[in-house]
């Protein structure tokens, strides 16, 4: 799978991993006279696949075992090829028994309708042939690669038909066809255990989650057995491979169950309040900021990736319809996040079927009617505001994007503490970089980055200071500003936080650093829709740390 995974093969996939078979079933390996896939169409997509298999030949026994009934019963067809993947549960069409009594010398599958309700037009088991056609857009999308084997398997009441067509083929026209003659059966069924064992809850069987980290095919998956949520995001294996049995396509947006995702739906603004009319909606580029940011995170994935991947919606299309304007009569909201009518919005804009995926954002001009506050978030949560009035340049809107969501990932002022200013405290999250970036040269003016800290400064004690180490150890800095670098200095190095005594422990206190980047809690948002919701209000922080005007 790489860092990405086609969302079409996610869904499809989805189809195969719910069938559970019995306990007793019986695998026949089977070689195939022929096989075939057409494509078309612009952009091109699978038109057709078919399969013959006949008993006495490419190996092949003097007869094939035939099913028992499968009406009422789960079955399953998969054909999958690097790229291209066909799934169909087999509950769209009739299943006829042939013979006396019905079903004595085989069974039949016909959809009519195919590819509406699946792509598998005709299934027939016989004692003497098996023959599989699927038809319409709803079958094999264009492969990746070229060369590729075709692997089928075909699950039936307990029995289980498994073929393989081994590259090269006899035939194959890039975009066009592939066809493939007398190939003998595989070594193995795709999968050699028993489908409908789950035991993490995660809708996803245990033998496809094969606990590498690498995702290979649908019966490979990679993801942990035994951990519902393999890359710790608060995000469940099935919803990220399957979508949520909501109906949220969270592959189609590009999630992946072996990397971090965070997903945010941004909701805002138009007025001309204090200055021209303009709109709070952000910009691509301050999207693209935070994303940069994340994707650079310091966090090790189960795929061996780094960082995080960061899914916004400000309603750009595609599946991303979530993000939209407010008409809000006065751009302004009364209250905050808890208000009534920050609540009210959320309700008649934020679609039920986020609720526990997404963090909502709603861009006013100003929130508590005048404040002067460039945001507010909950903490621990999933609600947060964004309010930086004529001051929404790409770069304010980016720092306080990222500044209000740590709120939301359970970060604080100064990291694990509301202590603020902290000047080794190097981090988006301190008022004193919220703006200006991070340091990046160990003086403490911020040299315009986006970023958490990485909690690699020194702690400073504000009644023995050593200029000499300044906040790295080196270059010094001139704590008491007497133009001498100096040891055993006494200096309130954070005088701009006016609740020191508060939250600090003192005037004159211990500064600590705080690697931001392990403190970060994914894993916050409320439980989706029919779990247990959270008990009791989320704390809320105001951010008075007004941006800079242009």
């Avoid at 869904?11 to 057409?38: C, E, F, M, Q, R």
């Avoid at 506050?373 to 790409?394: H, K, R, W």
Wanted: proline share 6%.
């Amino acid at each position: 799978m790489g860092v990405a995974m086609s969302s079409m093969r996610l869904a499809l996939i989805g189809l195969l991993l719910s069938v559970a078979t019995s306990v007793n079933a019986a695998d026949h390996l089977l070689g195939h006279k022929v096989s075939v896939s057409k494509y078309g169409g612009n952009p091109t997509e699978g038109k057709l696949f078919k399969l013959i298999v006949k008993a006495g030949q490419q190996g092949n026994p003097a007869s094939l075992a035939v099913p028992g009934n499968p009406a009422g019963t789960v079955n399953a067809v998969l054909v999958e090829r690097e790229g291209g993947l066909i799934a169909d549960t087999l509950t769209a069409g009739q299943w006829s028994g042939l013979g006396t009594p019905p079903g004595a010398k085989g069974w039949k599958y016909r959809n009519t309708a195919a590819p509406d309700g699946g792509p598998v037009r005709v299934l027939l088991v016989k004692e003497r042939t098996l023959k599989l056609v699927t038809k319409g857009a709803g079958s094999m999308p264009v492969p990746d690669g070229t060369s590729g084997a075709i692997r089928t398997l075909i699950a039936v009441d307990g029995e289980r038909y498994c073929t393989e067509a081994a590259a090269p083929h006899d035939s194959e026209v890039a975009g066009k066809s592939i066809k493939t003659g007398d190939q003998a059966a595989p070594g193995v069924c795709p999968t050699s255990c028993v489908l409908g064992l789950d035991n993490d809850g995660d809708r996803l069987d245990d033998c496809v989650e094969t606990g590498t980290g690498v995702y290979v095919d649908g019966f490979d998956l990679g993801t942990a057995s035994h951990n519902e949520d393999t890359d710790d995001d608060g995000i469940d294996d099935g919803d990220e491979v399957l979508g949520t049995t909501q109906g949220l396509d969270l592959p189609g947006m590009g999630v992946n169950p072996l990397r971090r995702d965070i997903l945010v739906e941004y909701d805002w603004f138009d007025d001309s309040l204090e200055c021209a009319a303009h709109s709070h909606q952000p910009l691509q580029a301050s999207l693209d900021a935070v994303s940069v940011m994340f994707a650079a995170a310091p966090l090790v994935n189960p795929d061996g990736s780094t960082g995080i991947n960061f899914i916004h919606d400000r309603g750009q299309g595609g599946p991303f319809v979530g993000g939209n304007k407010i008409n809000d009569a006065d751009g302004v909201l009364v209250a905050g996040v808890s208000g009534l009518e920050f609540q009210g919005y959320k309700s008649e804009n934020f679609d039920p079927e986020r609720f526990g995926y997404f963090h909502y954002t709603i861009l006013p001009h100003r929130y508590n009617t005048d404040s002067g506050s460039s945001g507010q978030a909950e903490i621990f949560g999933d609600d947060m505001i964004v309010s930086l009035y004529c001051a929404n340049s790409i770069e304010n809107v980016a720092h306080t994007i990222v500044h209000e969501l740590g709120h939301n990932l359970r970060l604080l002022h100064g990291g694990n503490t509301p202590c603020n200013y902290k000047p080794n405290y190097n981090s988006v999250m301190n008022y004193r970089y919220q703006f200006p970036g991070v340091d990046t040269n160990c003086t403490p003016p911020g040299n315009g980055i986006l970023d958490y800290s990485y909690g690699d400064r020194l702690t400073l004690d504000e009644n023995d200071l050593d200029e000499n180490d300044g906040v790295c150890g080196a270059p010094s800095w001139d704590w008491n500003g007497n133009s001498m670098i100096e040891s055993g200095v006494t200096a309130d190095i954070n005088s701009a936080d006016d609740l020191q005594a508060l939250w600090c422990g003192g005037t004159l206190s211990t500064l600590a650093d705080n690697d931001d980047w392990s403190y970060l809690r994914l894993d916050v948002l409320p439980a989706p829709m029919g779990g247990a919701l959270r008990i009791g209000p989320q704390p809320i922080i105001d951010c008075d740390n007004p941006p800079p005007m242009p």
